[in-house]
């Protein structure tokens, strides 16, 4: 889960498949709020703070796709819509409404739970490329890089050294954290197709860095190596107002 605790607002009108999801989840690590209509899911997301809405479509009165479209008017909050219907069509309206994934009944609880994990996961990696792109300054793991200034500092607030080649491809790797990045692409986001440059190139600066920020250059867990695929940034980056005045 992306955090320990995601609350979860499950709209269904059939109690006994309402009850049995609420359970499944709260065994989970979920908090779970429940509602049977769209005015008792509205009085819920009033009063509490909502992580996922698992939202069936046949429901009394306002059906759930109508409720979906105004939900997504006025929120991001991610949805996941539940139906016995199985049509192609039906899935595509719902996703067109705005819903992130679509489930037909009856289902397996451990899918919908994975499904959540899945949806959640999307959500906070779109929320944190927000908070980077754009961004002066990073850190990761107590490590403050700074565009403006182009400099590292570690943990303790010393300055690191950084040719301008080590500095751009750090940079490539923050503002791309958790993504299998090709030496072919790196080289296209840092040195461009430049007369002389190569894809082994790519290897040595990612050994000099290596030096230079992971607690065990030779058994590297900041920057690791993807067989057949190239290098993977795996701490969580975080945007800040500026590096350390120091």
Aim: overall charge neutral.
């Amino acid at each position: 889960m992306v955090s320990p605790s995601p609350n979860i607002l499950v709209v269904e009108d059939d109690r006994e498949t309402r009850a049995l999801i609420a359970k499944y989840l709260r065994t989970n690590a979920c908090n779970v709020a429940t509602a049977a209509d769209g005015r008792e899911m509205a009085r819920a997301m009033t009063d509490h703070r909502v992580d996922l809405l698992i939202l069936d479509v046949m429901l009394p009165g306002e059906d759930g796709l109508s409720l979906c479209r105004k939900v997504r008017a006025e929120s991001s909050v991610p949805i996941i819509m539940l139906t016995a219907r199985g049509e192609d069509v039906d899935r595509i309206v719902g996703l067109e409404m705005g819903a992130d994934d679509y489930m037909p009944k009856p289902f397996n609880p451990r899918e919908l739970l994975a499904r959540i994990k899945a949806v959640l996961r999307r959500e906070a990696a779109a929320r944190n490329a927000c908070a980077v792109e754009g961004a002066t300054a990073l850190s990761f793991q107590g490590w403050h890089i700074d565009f403006r200034l182009r400099e590292l500092r570690n943990p303790a607030g010393a300055r690191v050294a950084m040719t301008s080649a080590e500095f751009d491809l750090l940079r490539t790797f923050c503002e791309r954290p958790g993504r299998v990045l090709s030496r072919d692409s790196l080289l296209d986001l840092t040195q461009g197709r430049s007369a002389g440059s190569f894809e082994r190139s790519i290897d040595v600066l990612v050994s000099r860095i290596r030096r230079k920020i992971e607690p065990d250059p030779q058994e590297a867990t900041l920057i690791k190596t993807v067989r057949s695929g190239g290098y993977i940034f795996t701490p969580r980056v975080e945007a800040v107002a500026s590096a350390p005045n120091l």
